[in-house]
């Protein structure tokens, strides 16, 4: 089955605490991303990948990391988490176009106190 | 920079009622324009796409318009159902830029 699948689906940590967000897609997908859902704002992109190693930042990057290593694997890096990171994160992949459908995970909710 | 706009909601109806839910971007180039569905506690589900002016997409009785001339791509069913109680959002994708825009989102509530 096609599908994008992070891990984990529910984080409650404490500020500093470094963490990792996994994301890993199936469909061979050359473009991921990641975004921040939050209340009345929708979706905002914060960093995305044309292909393998090469990232760029999106709308809100601050504080985040990301790399792509390995073509199906795109993992989000809070390096010193802050509350006002505090949110609803989804990863997504398409093919190359930008006519193309993005696919999106699950989503990680994650919390910082 | 490229933007989405759509209405904020949240929306209420009754059963079988018409629905519209309004999206207007601001892009340079030609974008590709999107609706996404959300149901609770779920990721964002492509509802249906155009990608050129005067295209029409539609997907489960939804459809929605490419306009170019007023810049819209505006939602509507003719009848919904209480199963399309979700959270909409209209999104464009454009070369000029590496990923999606996102408007805020339309809460929709249908009760029977």
């Known amino acids: 089955e096609a599908q994008v699948t992070q891990n984990p689906r529910y984080l409650i940590t404490v500020t500093g605490k470094k963490l990792t967000v996994t994301c890993s897609q199936n469909?061979?997908?050359?473009?991921m991303s990641w975004y921040r859902q939050d209340p009345g704002l929708g979706l905002r992109q914060i960093y995305y990948?044309?292909?393998?190693?090469?990232?760029d930042k999106g709308d809100v990057p601050e504080g985040y990391k990301v790399s792509r290593k390995e073509k199906r694997n795109f993992p989000l890096i809070l390096e010193s988490p802050s509350p006002n990171q505090t949110s609803l994160y989804f990863c997504?992949?398409?093919?190359?176009?930008?006519?193309?459908?993005?696919?999106f995970g699950p989503g990680t909710r994650l919390t910082v106190l | 920079g490229d933007s989405v706009t759509q209405m904020e909601g949240p929306v209420t109806l009754s059963e079988e009622a018409f629905l519209t839910i309004n999206c207007t971007y601001t892009?340079?180039?030609?974008?590709?324009l999107f609706w996404y569905v959300q149901y609770p506690g779920e990721g964002l589900q492509l509802l249906l796409k155009?990608?050129?002016?005067?295209d029409k997409g539609s997907n489960k009785g939804f459809e929605a318009t490419y306009r170019k001339e007023t810049t819209s791509f505006h939602l509507e069913k003719g009848s919904v159902q209480v199963s399309d109680s979700a959270v909409y959002f209209c999104?464009?994708?454009?070369?000029?830029?590496?990923?999606?825009?996102f408007g805020a989102g339309t809460r929709l509530t249908v009760k029977p």
């Open positions: 990948s044309m292909n393998v190693e090469v990232t």
């Open positions: 155009a990608t050129k002016a005067d």
């Open positions: 997504a992949s398409r093919s190359g176009l930008n006519t193309d459908t993005q696919y």
């Open positions: 999104a464009l994708s454009a070369n000029s830029f590496g990923g999606m825009r």
């Open positions: 469909m061979n997908h050359e473009y």
């Open positions: 892009a340079t180039g030609y974008p590709s």
